[in-house]
């Protein structure tokens, strides 16, 4: 069993639109979530933390359940911009170079 | 500033030779690490570096071996090239090597292409 998973998707909708992604991680112990979002062959950049009281960031809210292990991004009115893969990635304690990616999530936004 | 920066972008090798890839952390940050990114899947952690010490391997080969210099700057060697070892080297840097919450900060890769 892969330590974080994902559906890798694509997920294609219209702009506008609004889309959940879900992530789940195999680790009880793992201590810090984030959501990361890659352009086509570049590099991943982070998009934002995770917290368990849950956090937004404009259009972007995140969501963490620690009992079912299970984290969530909701993006709402899509834009065309939005379209990326979206890599949710988990660390352990005292591990912060040592990220655990899932596999990704593909969204395209179209007009 | 300069962020990270990793040279080569781009590289083409043949079964069996050996590969350099180098990267340099964003001024002041002491530690690096390395990911191997084949397509469609994610990163997945190879070594980190912080203050020329490994303070973490991933689950890879023996062929994949790497080193941090006094500037901080590292490589990432593999030897004995397969095919599967084509994907895109991603190096990170951050201020220190522990913290759960630490910021990495990717530089663009080198995309490796064995045939």
Known sequence: RKEVEQDPGPFNVPEGATVAFNCTY??????????????????????????????????????????????????????LSDSATYLCVVNMLNQGGKLIFGQGTELSVKP | DAGVTQSPTHLIKTRGQHVTLRCSPISGHKSVSWYQQVLGQGPQFIFQYYEKEERGRGNFPDRFSARQFPNYSSELNVNALLLGDSALYLCASSLTAGATNEKLFFGSGTQLSVL
């Open chain 1, 26 to 79: 195999s680790n009880s112990a793992s201590q810090s979530f984030f959501w990361y979002r890659q352009d086509c062959r570049k590099e991943p950049k982070l998009l934002m933390s995770v917290y368990s009281s849950g956090n937004e960031d404009g259009r972007f809210t995140a969501q963490l359940n620690r009992a079912s292990q299970y984290i969530s991004l909701l993006i709402r009115d899509s834009k």
